[in-house]
């Protein structure tokens, strides 16, 4: 059976091998037991039905949660020459009569129904009639009160399970892996603890990152920016913060889309497609966005707030890279947003031990933004997969920032507001530290505390934030309901009397996901194409890591096309030729006559401008390919070093000259020593400078160049806010 269906995977899916676990889950399913398969988000666990289903002669039934995800996932099994299909509310009754009838000549395998539907009378009448092979419950932690996504009609489904007049084998999928969950779902299908299958949670490609007192909506816009043409996702806990947050991308000519709630069906229905076909970079979200979304190149998913459990963090998270590529997981923590996960929980609606439950949940949430240890490792233990070493790419792993002794500044703010008899909160304390001769500060004679002025060399914004670095990090506490206002924490009090210090440290900063090489670009291109011509998302023609494969190895034949992870025979068949013919193109188009179709050192160096070599961006993965192609930016930076002007620069490689000005400033973000004086004069620095004491820059740069007199250009303006002049 196995060696069938590891062959079914290759002519179906393209896959060389199975994934940890799936061999053990689909084998088990063949044995007829109820089975339970645990795996983290994007392990593959579809494929734990889909191949069974190719190798059982009755149908495969699909209990999946949200029928706005039916229609990809069908799509996608029919791309691997699957028979499937679902039966939801969106079908016609002529619609649902014809996928009854191809379910019942055999044509439909798998076929995709929500937990409503299957409880239906009707519908339960009809499955009596057919032969049902398996039934796989996707989501299947909804069934548990612990889960985080509990569905009362996923507790029906065992007895609907009982009525069907046969007994189908049984498969329940899920991602969450708690005990307690875990025990409900074997309890519901009465699975047995050897049918439980769970891989390693580990996700070996992603990196997770916790930012604490960083200026969000800058981080955000310049992440965003920096990442352009990179799908990734950006999770907000209300709302309000999502239409914000999408509003400020769009303003900044960022494509965005957005997804909650509040949003009718039909925009949401829209919004998620233009994500998943590759129209839009990113999409700003509450949690109702993602739960089965299966596009895999996703390259980052931030969490702009803390998300109540580790579960749903993630799984949020983890729909970042199931392709298998390096991609990023950040949240930007602010102690604030603990408190409206507090009241979320207050305010909903479940019994005291729930509640209970839930607060214990946020708490190692909020433990895990305060650790100091591996992060990958303390999600592990947390779903009980102790042990784990430390992953090496985590921001406590790779932490390597400078620190800033920043007590004095520590104890001042401690002092004031202990002089404030800890009743007022941010704004407040950060106008009387700054002197400010606000009315109400008056009013309350602030003016006469020792404290008051202290830091008047800086703006309140930015003592605003040093408070938030300090609530972050615990030195002082958040009090008081309905507004709050700051006290001293524990950990404040050794500062105060000089026995401890406070360090914090630089701001995190912000880098592309991934690098993309030029030819990359063109196949992805060519996927879009594709995927418009065939009316699939781009992802289902080939995955990102199967382009990065194509450029690493450059096929010039079917044949070698075929040793490429993720090319079936299936796909060659539709695919095989468009991409070959863009690949030739491209060989020829760089100088690599070389049709070995294996990696080689390209070597020839291609006429560029003015003897610099030709541009190209060296990312291509693994080979020696790029050995000698420099980057873009870089070829700017020599020019620029050489004596040319930007003017020159411009007109001779044929970009604009904010362009090669933006070059300059990637070379300096990376470290080389890039002479800005010669562009910045140094009364546009003191412009510069003057402007942004009244107009912040973290709210973007457009008012900032605004206020500046014409002329004054963008990269001129982050030279000097980058601290390059
Ligand atoms: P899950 O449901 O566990 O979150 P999916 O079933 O959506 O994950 O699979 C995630 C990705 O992994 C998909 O793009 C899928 O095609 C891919 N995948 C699944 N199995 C394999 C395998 N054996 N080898 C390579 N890729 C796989
Ligand atoms: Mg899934
Ligand atoms: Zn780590």
């Avoid at 002025?453 to 670095?469: C, H, P």
């Avoid at 004086?677 to 412009?687: A, F, M, N, P």
Wanted: hydrophobic share 35%.
């Amino acid at each position: 059976m196995i060696a069938q269906a590891e062959q079914l995977l290759h002519q179906h899916f393209g896959y060389e091998k199975f994934r940890p676990g799936q061999e053990q889950i689909i084998s088990r399913v063949f044995e007829g037991r109820p089975v339970m398969g645990i795996m983290p988000t994007g392990g593959g666990k579809s494929i734990c039905y889909q191949i069974p289903s190719l190798l059982f002669p009755g149908l495969t039934l699909v209990i999946s949660p949200l029928i706005s995800l039916m229609k990809d996932q069908v799509d996608e099994l029919k791309e691997a020459q699957v028979g499937a299909a679902f039966i939801n509310s969106s079908l016609s009754y002529e619609e649902t009569d014809a996928v009854i009838a191809s379910v019942r000549e055999g044509e439909v395998k798998v076929l995709y129904v929500a937990p409503e539907r299957f409880e239906m009378p009707g519908f339960i009448q009809l499955l009596r009639t057919l032969d049902v092979a398996l039934i796989a419950v996707d989501e299947a932690h909804c069934v548990s009160q612990w889960g985080h996504d509990f569905r009362p009609s996923y507790m029906r489904i065992p007895e609907v399970i009982g009525n069907l007049g046969q007994t189908p084998s049984l498969l329940a999928l899920t991602a969450t892996a708690t005990p307690e969950v875990r025990d409900d779902i074997c309890r519901a299908f009465g699975i047995n603890a050897d049918n439980v299958v769970q891989t390693g949670f580990a996700r070996d490609n992603l990196s997770f990152h916790v930012l604490k007192g960083q200026a969000r909506d800058r981080y955000i816009t310049e992440y965003v920016g920096k990442n352009a043409g990179e799908p990734g996702i950006i999770y907000t806990s209300t709302r309000k913060e999502a239409e914000r947050i999408h509003g400020m991308l769009e303003n900044k000519g960022l494509a965005a889309g957005k997804y909650h709630g509040g949003m009718s069906g039909a925009a949401r229905q829209s919004s998620q497609e233009d994500f998943v076909y590759d129209r839009i970079d990113v999409m700003v979200a509450t949690n109702a966005f993602g739960m089965g979304i299966n596009k895999s190149n996703v390259r980052y998913v931030i969490h702009f707030q803390i998300p109540g459990n580790i579960e749903s963090y993630y799984q949020e998270a983890g729909r970042a890279g199931r392709d298998g590529e390096p991609s990023e997981c950040v949240l930007l923590y602010s102690a604030q947003d603990v408190r409206v996960q507090q009241f979320l929980i207050d305010q909903g609606d479940g019994s005291d031990a729930r509640k209970q439950n839930e607060m214990q949940k946020l708490r190692q949430m909020v433990n895990y933004c305060h650790t100091e240890g591996c992060l990958q490792s303390y999600i592990l233990e947390y779903f009980g997969d102790s042990g784990a070493e430390p992953c090496g790419r985590c921001s406590s792993c790779t932490d390597t920032r400078e620190t800033e002794d920043v007590t004095r500044d520590a104890q001042m703010v401690f002092s004031c507001i202990k002089r404030m008899n800890e009743r007022f909160g941010k704004t407040m304390v950060a106008q009387v530290l700054t002197g400010s001769s606000n009315q109400k500060v008056r009013e309350m004679g602030f003016e006469q505390l020792s404290t008051y002025g202290l830091m008047k060399s800086r703006t309140a914004k930015d003592v605003g934030q040093f408070i938030d670095y300090l609530v972050a990090e615990e030195y002082l506490r958040m009090t008081g309901s309905a507004y709050p206002v700051l006290a001293l924490g524990e950990k404040a009090v050794p500062v105060l009397k000089g026995h401890e210090k406070v360090v914090k440290k630089a701001e995190q900063k912000v880098e592309r996901v991934a690098e993309t090489d030029p030819l990359f670009a063109e196949l992805r291109e060519l996927r879009r194409e594709l995927a418009r011509e065939h009316s699939i998302a781009p992802y289902m023609v080939f995955s990102d890591r199967t382009l990065k494969e194509l450029c690493r190895v450059m096929p010039r034949d079917e044949q070698a096309m075929l040793t490429v992870k993720g090319v079936g025979e299936q796909k060659i068949e539709k695919y095989g030729t468009a991409f070959l013919e863009r690949i030739a193109a491209y060989a020829e188009k760089n100088g690599d006559s070389d049709s070995t179709g294996s990696v080689d050192a390209a070597g020839s160096e291609a006429a560029g401008t003015a003897g610099y070599p030709a541009e190209t961006v060296d990312d291509a993965p693994g080979g020696s390919k790029q050995a000698d192609k420099v980057p873009s930016h870089f070829i700017t930076f020599r020019m620029y070093e050489d004596g040319a002007s930007l003017e020159v620069i411009a007109e001779e490689r044929g970009i604009k000259r904010s362009t090669a000005g933006e070059h300059l400033l990637r070379c300096a973000d990376e470290g080389e020593k890039v002479d800005f004086s010669r562009l910045v004069g140094v009364e546009v620095q003191d412009q510069v400078r003057n402007v942004v004491k009244e107009v912040d820059p973290s709210e973007g740069l457009k008012p900032v160049k605004e206020a500046l007199p014409d002329g004054v250009e963008y990269f001129q303006i982050k030279a000097v806010l980058q601290g390059f002049v």
